[in-house]
């Protein structure tokens, strides 16, 4: 499938978000074809921020020929470099939050609202996989959203209907280029991301395609919508004064205690805890005899009243 101007327009106006707009740039065929569609639709006032990891020799020349497409299309562009010594442990998690990290900064220096980045169907497809083999719950399962919040910075992901097939028919089609960075760890087994990438055509003979897991996580979505909804209204109603009502949150099913306490936590900090912490804490506080208990950096503690008074564990 070819994405046309209008085709892409569409998609950019259902998402209903304006204001000053960076792309992350790898170099490579996805994410190429976004920052051309994007320079389209803005007309020629988008910024471009490629992210060197340095984990590759050819890593700074391998972008040039990219540079040089920008600088044709007159596209405002930075390369930002990771500065990094040897890299031990999970070097895709490291190599990502490093990746994120440079393009909120860029954003910042720019004073963009909005970071989009080039997450395709295939990309949903793995993303789910991954999850699923890891025993996720709802939320995790529903994959990749279009829009997220990343610190004071809004992410788009409007390519996540196309496959990597429809990009690159894109841009030999529309913009005349068939090459691009490729870079090799994409075909390096050894990270979990690639050997997915690597078993879709088998599942694909299953019909497990990008096209029917999609359709899935459309519908998990609008499940944990629902359900997000539902927790923050009994948020509001069983946590006042930062005093967690017990009898109300007992009376939830393990879902709902697990959301409340997700709601509970981000209104003392971002931090992000895991579907399996939050369950266990959920089962811990519901138990006859808990009293206390120290949970990310805070304290929950039962009073007198039998209800659960929560504030941070360095007050």
Not at 60 to 79: A, F, G, M
Not at 92 to 116: S, T
Not at 254 to 277: A, D
């Amino acid at each position: 499938m070819i994405i046309t101007p209008k085709l892409f327009s569409q998609l950019m106006n259902k998402m209903n978000v304006s204001g000053k707009m960076v792309v992350g740039l790898s170099g490579g065929a996805d994410s190429l074809c976004l920052t051309l569609l994007l320079n389209e639709y803005c007309h020629n006032n988008i910024f471009a921020c490629i992210v060197d990891h340095k984990l590759r020799p050819t890593s700074s020349t391998e972008i040039i020929p990219i540079i040089d497409i920008l600088e044709r299309k007159n596209i405002n562009y930075c390369v930002k470099i990771w500065k990094h010594d040897k890299i031990t442990g999970n070097l895709e998690q490291k190599a990502r939050i490093a990746r994120y990290d440079l393009l909120h900064e860029y954003c910042n220096n720019v004073k963009a609202d909005v970071l989009c980045t080039a997450h395709h169907a295939l990309d949903q497809w793995e993303t789910f996989f991954m999850r699923l083999s890891r025993g996720s719950g709802l939320r995790g399962l529903s994959a990749i959203h279009p829009i997220t919040n990343f610190r004071n910075i809004k992410i788009l992901r409007p390519l996540l209907a196309f496959s990597p097939q429809d990009l690159k028919e894109t841009l030999l089609q529309r913009f005349g280029i068939d090459k691009y960075v490729h870079d090799e760890m994409n075909d390096d087994e050894h990270y979990e991301r690639v050997r997915w990438r690597k078993a879709y055509l088998m599942f694909k003979n299953y019909e497990l395609t990008t096209a029917s897991i999609n359709a899935t996580i459309r519908r998990l979505n609008n499940a944990n919508s629902c359900l997000d909804d539902i927790a923050e209204r009994l948020v509001s109603e069983c946590f006042n004064g930062n005093y967690l009502e017990l009898k109300t949150f007992c009376h939830q099913p393990l879902e709902l205690q697990i959301r409340i306490l997700n709601g509970i936590v981000q209104k003392f900090t971002p931090r992000i805890m895991s579907y399996e912490l939050l369950e266990r804490m959920a089962n811990e506080i519901i138990k006859p005899k808990f009293s206390a208990i120290n949970f990310a950096k805070l304290i929950f503690r039962k009073d007198r009243t039998k209800n659960i008074k929560i504030f941070p564990e360095n007050r």
